[in-house]
């Protein structure tokens, strides 16, 4: 299954960029700024797939104006920092962003790890905080409990400034609100980073606004903001058994009627090391050995990664699935060479396409009114299509995928081929991604020299045959999380799931 992106984690780990330290650096000048600008203008014209995917030229043209004004003064990193942000969000692209993980040890030290975090996870629900676990000591904050307000801001408005800093593919904001729910799944989660830079707490003490599970007024609370390190060795955790060891990252159950459950959180398996294909493939096995009536892939708050899904895909067909008709394009064939001492990347291949980019034989009908190359693999005659081969034994059984916004790269296209080949029934909320295509597969990671500021650069854009709606993917059954089913314990995804499996197994959805 063709990649065109990674989870949070993914290969940008593979590069951090090496640049001077955020104190040597306290202030920016704006000849300094205005050349990274110009810097980031070529790459991003020159380079970037879908820069003009949801924006026309003149908006392009004023993204780039607009971030030049912002530097006609001296700067901070921290106001560079979220200008570059700001400027990224605008392409709309689920992939493009100053990278979190690709900053400089001493940006990441001083803007990402030393502010304090609020006290407790949350999701963001109907433009509210609704929390999932409580880290206050004594413990204050119910789960399910709403959160109103912080330090006297209202979260509708901190959620409203913030929205416009977050990545997502089109006019998908499902997967930006998404983007600032804080859950634990990150070392640096985007909410904790972008509000310490546009809300910066003053001391330890936060002040709360909070409706607590059946309470019908507002309360107000003092509680310690946790630091990152305390942060962190909740996330650092859960990656190791009590042995030490790399702890598988999925979670699977044989249940009562024989079905099987598989929860799969994240699909970045390029840190672990933990071995999850043999792992996989045996309990696959065993599934499909004794013709099990069903299986749940859970899929939630899993963004993407590797290729995870096509070992399960593999045991759903019966002959060869080619997938995807999307059309791979590039917009270079070799980078230009004054441009590349700012360019990492983990594949020196992708610094020169050779005969993989070719020119197209006429303009693709869902691309931007701009030049591109189309990008071929080795055998011309599949276009770059990856091709899903049968493995056995076979699983016949009825084939369940829990599905949320998170899903926006890898998830989100092994769902839209569970839709479009009919292999099973998805059920939660709208996905992440973007029907119009997304970019990535390949990316370049570009280190402004003067602020040392990294943006991730995606190379290959996927654009479909036709003009697809401007939106993810809605679940075949609709299961949406709330205040209150948070609040009781309830999942309603788990529970429609399991009120499908009650029905029956035998009209399983393949044909």
């Known amino acids: ?17 090496a640049t001077a330290s955020v104190a ?16 980031l203008e070529r790459t991003y014209r020159e380079m970037h797939p879908g820069l003009l995917r949801y924006l026309s030229p003149r908006q ?11 530097f006609n003064r001296p700067r901070t990193v921290a106001e560079a920092y979220l200008a570059f942000a700001r400027f990224a969000a605008k392409i709309r692209c689920g992939h493009t962003y100053a990278n979190f993980y690709n900053q400089s040890k001493a940006i990441q030290s001083e803007l990402f790890e030393s502010p304090p975090r609020l006290p407790f996870y949350f999701r963001w629900i109907g433009g509210e905080m609704v929390v999932t676990r409580d880290f206050t000591s004594p413990s204050q904050l119910p789960i399910g409990t709403e959160i109103l307000s912080v330090n006297g801001v209202a979260t509708a408005q901190i959620l409203a400034r913030l929205l416009p800093l977050t990545r997502a593919d089109g006019s998908n904001d499902a997967k930006r609100v998404d983007q600032l729910n804080v859950l634990g799944d990150d070392k640096y989660e985007s909410f904790d980073i972008y509000f310490s830079l546009l809300f910066p707490m003053t001391g330890r003490t936060v002040a709360l606004g909070v409706r607590p599970p ?19 060795a909740a996330f650092t955790a859960r990656k190791t058994d009590s042995r030490g060891e790399a702890a598988p990252l999925f979670e699977w159950r044989d249940l009562p009627d024989g079905s099987a459950y598989l929860r799969m959180p994240t699909w970045a398996m390029y840190e672990s090391k933990w071995d999850w294909r043999p792992w996989l493939n045996e309990r696959l096995d065993a599934l499909a050995s004794r013709n099990a009536p069903a299986l749940a892939v859970d899929l939630r708050g899993n963004e993407g990664g590797e290729d995870v899904g096509d070992e399960i895909l593999k045991r759903l067909v019966a002959e060869d699935l080619p997938l995807g008709n999307a059309k791979r394009l590039v917009r270079y064939r070799a980078v230009p060479p004054d441009l590349l001492p700012y360019l990492q990347t983990w594949d020196p291949s992708f610094k020169d396409w050779g005969r993989d980019a070719t020119e197209l034989r006429s303009p693709w009908p869902t691309a931007p009114p701009v030049h591109y190359y189309a990008l071929a693999g ?12 049968p493995v056995l034994p076979h699983f016949s059984g009825r084939l369940i995928v829990l599905i949320d916004a998170a899903n926006s790269s ?10 479009q080949q009919k292999l099973g029934t998805l059920i939660g909320e709208p996905t992440g991604g973007n029907r119009r295509g997304i970019n990535g ?11 040392g500021i990294e943006l991730d650069v995606p190379l290959i854009g996927a654009f479909p045959p036709t003009l697809e709606p401007d939106a993810g993917l809605l679940p075949d059954i ?21 009120e499908l499996l009650a029905q029956g197994s035998a009209t399983s959805m393949r044909k």
């Open 214 to 232: 059946g309470a019908a007024r507002l309360q107000t609370l003092h509680v310690h903001a946790t630091t990152y390190a305390e942060r962190l």
């Open 478 to 498: 609709a299961a949406p999380t709330t205040a209150a089913s948070i609040a009781a314990g309830v999942d309603p995804a788990m529970a429609a799931a399991a």
């Open 1 to 17: 299954m063709p990649t065109f992106g990674f989870g949070r984690l993914g290969l940008m780990l593979l590069f951090v960029a």
């Open 441 to 451: 597969g390949a990316f370049f990671f570009l280190e402004l020299p003067h602020s």
């Open 378 to 389: 080795e055998d011309p005659s599949v276009d770059a299509r990856t091709v899903i081969h």
């Open 410 to 419: 890898a998830t989100f296209q092994f769902a839209q081929v569970v839709r």
């Open 24 to 39: 040597d650096a306290a202030r920016l000048t704006p000849s300094d700024l205005q050349a990274d600008v110009t810097i």
């Open 60 to 70: 392009s043209d004023e993204a780039f104006t607009q971030l030049r004004k912002e």
